[in-house]
């Protein structure tokens, strides 16, 4: 773990988090604990949900240590309320999806919003964009066969990305008005600032929180898997 973080996550049980028995992507989603890492995976198949924090943070920076199976969509809430309205740094293992990307959960005039334009990650975004409109034109295709697919190499998060292994993802968020950063393995993938505060109401604290989607956004049998989960506070 990273020097000066403290850790949410006590590699034993979820003592500290709680799941949301009103997120719109399902209020089932299946994490346990199991070698000292956390897992999470939908349940039923297609049931998804958020694990909050107990505890509500304003200025920080949150650090994870991840091992997702391709195919499967999660997301890092930062300053969530219990529904899940946040601001959302995207993690969307998957065909067409971004990793590093920010998206407003719930948020009016932040969805999708995602980086600087003429940045790198803003190229990125413009990219994953249009790949999702080419495969929404295309013919419905069975998921196991979509999930067969591999990311763009060129994209700066699959540049950053160790696949099949344990992947460091780091996000920063501070000011009233926030600016979030995030790193993949201490590469920068996202620097946005937001142009007034659009948090549910206007809140400047709140829980963090990882996904489970729901939907078809998730290979069945997979697994997102977390063995360090810390926070260092900001002044």
């Not at 992507?25 to 049931?47: A, K, S």
């Not at 995207?90 to 407003?104: N, Q, R, S, V």
Request: charged share 20%; with cysteine.
């Amino acid at each position: 773990m990273e020097q000066g973080f403290t850790a949410i996550f006590n590699g034993k049980d979820l003592t500290g988090w709680h799941v949301s028995k009103t997120n719109h992507h399902g209020i089932t989603p299946n994490y346990y604990v199991q070698h000292g890492m956390m897992l999470g995976t939908q349940r039923p198949l297609g049931g998804g949900g958020i694990l909050l924090t107990d505890e509500k943070y304003r200025n920080y920076e949150v650090y994870m240590e991840v091992k997702p199976d391709w195919g499967c969509d999660s997301g890092l809430f930062l300053r969530s309320s219990e529904a899940g309205d946040a601001y959302q740094v995207t993690l969307d293992y998957l065909p067409g999806g971004t990793l590093g990307g920010m998206y407003g959960e719930g948020l009016n005039g932040v969805n999708g919003a995602m980086n600087a334009y003429g940045t790198p990650e803003r190229a990125a975004a413009e990219a994953q964009r249009a790949s999702q409109a080419k495969q929404a034109a295309q013919p419905e295709r069975p998921m196991w066969e979509r999930f067969s697919e591999r990311p763009d190499p060129n994209l700066p998060w699959v540049k950053a990305w160790k696949r099949e292994d344990w992947n460091s993802v780091r996000a920063r968020i501070e000011g009233d008005v926030p600016h979030i950063q995030a790193w993949i393995n201490d590469q920068p993938v996202l620097d946005f600032t937001d142009t007034a505060n659009h948090a549910m109401g206007g809140i400047v604290e709140g829980p963090i929180a990882i996904q489970i989607h729901g939907g078809d956004r998730w290979g069945p049998g997979g697994f997102w898997r977390w063995r360090v989960i810390a926070i260092k506070e900001l002044k």
